[in-house]
């Protein structure tokens, strides 16, 4: 009967402990200010922390991959181990206009994103909204005139030839379902042998 009184005060500091604990407030993530950098850049419709470095403040930006990101560096001559927040909006208008026109810079044709386009025929390299409004046009031609991907498009399936017996199970009818058994029937007694 001794050991009750030391289990009730055990108990007690565990729950002063829990409501300590719930007590205090989350902390936020605290967005790091220093002195010449931006907080938010706006750069080809995107907003990017500035206390990014250039080379992963351009890869936020939708259509620039990590080449074509080094290439842009490299044609407009900035410094790289720069944060985006701490460089002039010179260099940065400068660095949009790079992106926005590779070819004007002499960016090599092999890192744009549309090649051969097939309505002019020329190589170009599209951004942002733009990506999304030429990918989305392209999937409703290729619907339009029913061709296997379009038609795997409109079906909601995989083109590039993936498996879909595992992979890709979503909608109304997932899961396995096994067929009904009928009850068994009543085995009739066998016909009795003549001697």
Do not use: W
């Amino acid at each position: 009967m001794a050991n009750k009184p030391k289990d009730d005060s055990i108990k007690e500091e565990k729950k002063t402990k829990q409501t300590k604990e719930e007590k205090k407030p989350e902390a936020k993530k605290a967005i790091k200010t220093m002195e010449g950098v931006k907080g938010i850049v706006r750069f080809a419709e995107a907003d990017i922390p500035g206390t990014k470095l250039i080379l992963n403040a351009l890869l936020t930006v939708r259509g620039v991959s990590h080449s074509f990101a080094t290439a842009i560096i490299a044609a407009s001559g900035i410094d790289k181990r720069k944060m985006i927040g701490a460089i002039s909006e010179e260099e940065i208008e400068k660095l949009e206009d790079v992106t926005r026109n590779p070819k004007k810079y002499k960016i090599p044709e092999y890192l744009f994103n549309r090649r051969s386009d097939p309505i002019t025929g020329e190589n170009v390299h599209v951004l942002s909204s733009d990506l999304l409004f030429v990918k989305k046009s392209d999937i409703d031609s290729m619907k339009k005139m029913q061709c296997y991907k379009g038609v795997r498009h409109q079906a909601g399936l995989p083109c590039r030839g993936q498996h879909t017996r595992s992979s890709f199970r979503t909608g109304v009818r997932m899961g396995v379902v096994k067929k009904k058994q009928e009850p068994a029937k009543a085995a009739a007694p066998a016909p009795e042998k003549k001697k």
